[in-house]
């Protein structure tokens, strides 16, 4: 007689649940698993919780416009924080005057027994990025303030997408999360997971994953937890729980079709001897680190160890701590830049400028390369990135391009549909661009011959949305239209910007570049869907027709929840903004690949000394790897004063020195 199909037979399933443990006990049972059950935290209220209050005045005075409310007994709590300082009538009926956005149903029942009625649902399966989609199908808001009623661990995914969206995003934490009051049965799973005693974990929550971890720190077992781990089966409920897991190198076997614990249950059970197999065939040794998973749909790499990769010529640069660092290879420092190292903060670029109009200044190499050579000089910075602008190549393709004082660029035709699309030309001569790949000449010329020198373009999508916006934009609404149309002009339009940027960076190495970045401004504006749908392949076209072996920065800012889809092949250096903490960002990309960043450019702004704890913050975050490179989570801010610019790059290499480093790291001295 056949197995039936839908059964674990006699496979050992832990699983981590809190409210319906017994529940999950029957169903593992019920299809024919052994169960371990155990309720791995609990919602704690924080008490005396002053941030709760203040966040309930000022829905009531109208300064918050939207409220999300992420969670039901988040709401209950919410309002019991506040009922002892606020009038609750006075409250709710705030709230039914407002815009409300439910993450699913749990809060809509409860502001249900309130009398309320949310102003929006989030469908399933109810992650921020349902969230997002729900605001973007006709949710204005750009210049509103928008309230959050957190649950345990700020979702800085969900506030990034805010912000790109133009809102100002403000959350208020109304409990935290704990270990249960019986914490035996998840001191017993974790146990039994690092002996490698369990064939499959079953995971309800992203919360359940930092409170397992946390245990294993306190019993004394994490490195054994994370061996055994590797050769077992971690399904888990939904998206949500799948990013925590990856934020925590943990490689996920499968999600179920739907975020309920009946399909998580029945669905592990239907496939659970080809998911302990392939699981069990893949896993390392015992003690190896060195892997790293990435999504099939992600990107077309394989898991990869950090092995460095070779120069790809002998320039003395090749050898310098940037391009090492490029590369993978231990350096015995940190190399440091920052993006828009030579502008309008030195007094130097200003007197130049004022001679000239921005695009004069552009088309000027001499001028370019000594803008550039005197912050370099001036700093004290380990590479160098040519004097130049996104918008040029716009220009030999068809496009009116001025910089209007006040407004920045403008194009005077932008293209809005596919009969646009098509007066847009090819860069079917590239010394239409001569005057940059001179720059790059002088440039390198000018420069010493052990500082790297670096060339740039704008990524397709950026340009495009220049091109189609035709200037700066909050809402990205022509973007979109054409990006979402069925006549073609979207793929036409990238199609032929992605072949120009791979001719001007590829103009720009012969010229003598050692690095090349892509700086894709505006991409914070898109899902990582939208971004995989739309950019991604052209994106991987790029990363393919760039010039073998040399560096590809690849730097997009907004959306911290995209990093995963910015790696490419090994040659690709991560850019990372500010956003996202340093250590999370690198887990995301894989520590196989080499990442940028991130100081937050406004630190400059402070005093020496905060700005010398903030590198030694990000330095930290970065752990000493090999392949961190020290920059800004974007470009150098106008007020910046130079002296604290200077303080950044002597911070780094004073804070950066590794001691244990040797010749036979593959070590030069700085």
Not at 194 to 221: C, K
Request: charged residues 25%; hydrophobic residues 40%.
């Amino acid at each position: 007689m056949a197995a039936t199909t839908n059964n674990f037979d006699g496979l050992r399933v832990a699983a981590l649940e809190s409210r319906r443990a017994d529940d999950m006990t029957r169903l593992i049972c019920k299809f024919g698993g052994e169960a371990f059950v155990s309720p791995s935290m609990r919602e704690v209220p924080i008490e005396p919780n002053r941030a709760a209050i203040d966040f309930a005045y000022r829905i009531i005075t109208g300064d918050i416009g939207i409220v999300i409310l992420m969670t039901g007994v988040g709401f209950r709590y919410l309002l019991k924080a506040t009922e002892k300082h606020v009038e609750q009538q006075r409250l709710l009926d705030a709230l039914s005057d407002i815009t409300t956005i439910c993450r699913g149903p749990k809060p809509v029942a409860v502001m249900r027994e309130f009398g309320l009625k949310p102003t929006h649902r989030v469908p399933e399966p109810n992650t921020w990025r349902e969230l997002l989609q729900t605001i973007d199908a006709g949710i204005p808001v750009a210049n509103q303030t928008i309230g959050i009623q957190e649950y345990g661990v700020s979702n800085k995914q969900l506030i990034a997408g805010l912000e790109a969206r133009g809102a100002i995003a403000e959350s208020v934490k109304v409990y935290g999360w704990e270990f249960p009051e019986d914490t035996q049965p998840l001191k017993a799973n974790t146990l039994a997971l690092a002996a490698g005693e369990r064939d499959i974990l079953l995971v309800t929550s992203a919360h359940q994953v930092v409170n397992m971890l946390r245990m294993a720190e306190e019993l004394g077992v994490s490195d054994s937890l994370r061996d055994g781990l590797s050769k077992t089966a971690i399904v888990s409920i939904g998206p949500t729980t799948s990013d925590m897991l990856r934020e925590h190198d943990l490689a996920i076997a499968m999600e179920p079709s739907h975020p309920k614990m009946g399909h998580l249950v029945s669905e592990s059970a239907r496939d659970a001897k080809r998911l302990v197999d392939e699981v069990r065939s893949k896993s390392p040794t015992s003690g190896s680190s060195a892997s790293v998973t990435v999504r099939a749909d992600d990107s077309n790499l394989i898991s990869a160890s950090k092995t460095p990769m070779p120069a790809i010529d002998n320039h003395p640069s090749q050898s310098s701590l940037f391009m090492r660092a490029c590369r993978g290879e231990p350096t015995p420092r940190t190399p440091v830049w920052m993006m828009r190292q030579a502008g309008r903060y030195m007094q130097e670029y200003r007197e130049v400028r004022s001679q000239q109009t921005f695009l004069e200044l552009c088309a000027n190499p001499k001028l370019c390369s000594e803008v550039m050579c005197t912050a370099v000089e001036k700093l004290d910075v380990d590479a160098a990135i040519i004097f130049s602008d996104l918008l040029p190549i716009l220009v030999p393709m068809g496009f009116d391009l001025e910089f209007v004082k006040g407004d920045g660029p403008v194009i005077h035709n932008p293209v809005r549909s596919a009969a646009d699309v098509d007066r847009v030309k090819g860069l079917d001569n590239p010394q239409d661009l001569g005057f940059v790949y001179e720059t790059v000449k002088q440039t390198r010329a000018d420069l010493p011959e052990g500082i790297p020198l670096i060339g740039f373009a704008g990524a397709p999508f950026t340009l495009a949305s220049y091109a189609i916006e035709g200037g700066g934009s909050r809402q990205y609404s022509s973007t979109k239209a054409l990006m979402r149309a069925a006549d073609g002009g979207w793929a036409a339009l990238m199609d032929r910007l992605t072949d120009a940027i791979i001719v001007y960076l590829n103009e720009q190495i012969s010229a003598g570049a050692q690095c090349v970045q892509l700086f894709d401004s505006w991409a914070g504006c898109l899902s990582p869907g939208d971004y995989r749908e739309f950019v991604l392949p052209w994106m991987k076209r790029i990363l393919e027709g760039v010039t073998p072996g040399v560096p590809l920065i690849n730097f997009a800012t907004g959306n911290p929840e995209l990093l995963p889809l910015l790696r490419g092949d090994r040659r690709t250096v991560v850019g990372v903004d500010w956003r996202i903490e340093l250590d999370v960002a690198w887990k995301r990309v894989g520590h196989d690949i080499s990442v940028q960043g991130n100081l937050d450019p406004s630190v400059l702004l402070t005093d020496a000394k905060t700005i010398r704890a903030a590198v030694q913050d990000v330095l930290d975050k970065a752990g000493g790897r090999p392949g961190h490179i020290f920059n800004l989570g974007h470009g150098v801010l106008q007020q910046t004063p130079v002296e604290n610019a200077i303080e950044l790059v002597k911070a780094v290499k004073e804070l950066s020195v590794r001691d244990d480093f040797s010749a036979e790291d593959g070590g030069m001295d700085s």
